[in-house]
């Protein structure tokens, strides 16, 4: 079951997305927030899911609804296609883009915690920056997993914001590797 849909509908946003983590990295992305487009795209790419999401936002208020919703269901989407699949479960990477170097490492093991340990704020184009943080955490409470994300340098926010979204791709593609049996002294996570 590596190919899941989901549709999420509040007063706020409507988010209807659809992952395959057996995929090529294939993405087709419409938030209506020009730069999480440009984002997913990259986790897609990297990770080797497949991301495709159409989401309608409270736009005019600001982003921060649209960019949460779509990582609460980007994070649900991620459990529900794990259900029963046997993973390395662990995985890291050290990204850079140019002056900027982030390391991300993932624990998918049904615990939920988020370490976000950036120098992100101010605006990158029309972008709250701190939106980036906002959507690792909606995705990390809804996907069940455990993310430590920690610039070692950079001052570019978007260098900074993008070599995040590609540590976090990479973490990702090690974690889900397919295995015989899931790492565990517990039996199950």
Same mark, same amino acid.
């Given at each position: ?108 093991? &049904? ?8 120098? *992100? /704020? $101010? ?6 920056? @701190?939106? %980036? ?8 409470? &809804? ?8 610039? *070692? /340098? $950079? ?6 914001? @993008?070599? %995040? ?25």
């Amino acid at each position: 079951m590596s190919r899941v849909n989901l549709k999420r509908i509040t007063k706020e946003t409507v988010v209807n997305a659809t992952i395959d983590i057996d995929g090529i990295g294939d993405s087709n992305i419409d938030t209506g927030v020009g730069f999480l487009n440009h984002m997913l795209e990259s986790l897609s790419k990297h990770s080797g899911i497949d991301i495709y999401v159409k989401a309608d936002g409270d736009l005019d208020v600001d982003f921060h609804h649209t960019v949460e919703d779509v990582g609460i269901v980007l994070g649900a989407l991620m459990k529900k296609s794990l259900e029963n699949r046997k993973i390395k479960r662990f995985g890291y990477a050290a990204i850079p883009m140019d002056e900027a170097l982030i390391l991300s490492s993932v624990d998918i093991c &049904n615990r939920i915690y988020l370490n976000f340990d950036c120098d *992100l /704020s $101010g605006n990158i184009g029309d972008f709250d920056s @701190e939106l %980036v943080e906002e959507f690792f955490r909606a995705f990390v409470n &809804n996907a069940r997993i455990v993310l430590h994300i920690k610039q *070692l /340098s $950079g001052s570019n926010k978007h260098h900074i914001a @993008e070599a %995040v979204f590609k540590s976090v791709a990479y973490a990702l593609k090690d974690a889900l590797v397919k295995t015989d049996e899931t790492p565990t002294t517990k039996g199950s996570l």
